[in-house]
């Protein structure tokens, strides 16, 4: 069951837009552009244990999300 604050935080990537929105998206495994700002985004999401963890693959970040 998801938490108040993950709610808030899928409700803010959907308003992103693409491709921070495709994070909320079941199933899926986003990549999204390499650079210091969206690392920082990950970090935040995966030690708010919204995201499992994410991985560098050449000038993206693979994000890999729990499946519930």
Known sequence: ???LEQE???E???VLGTPYA???EGGKRP????NDLNQ???SELDRK???SQFKPEGKRLRVI???R
């Open 22 to 24: 495709s994070i909320t």
């Open 8 to 10: 808030k935080i899928t």
């Open 12 to 14: 803010l990537l959907k």
């Open 65 to 67: 999300k729990y499946t």
């Open 40 to 42: 920082a985004l990950l």
């Open 49 to 51: 244990d919204y995201i």
């Open 1 to 3: 069951m998801k938490t």
């Open 31 to 34: 990549a999204i552009f390499k």
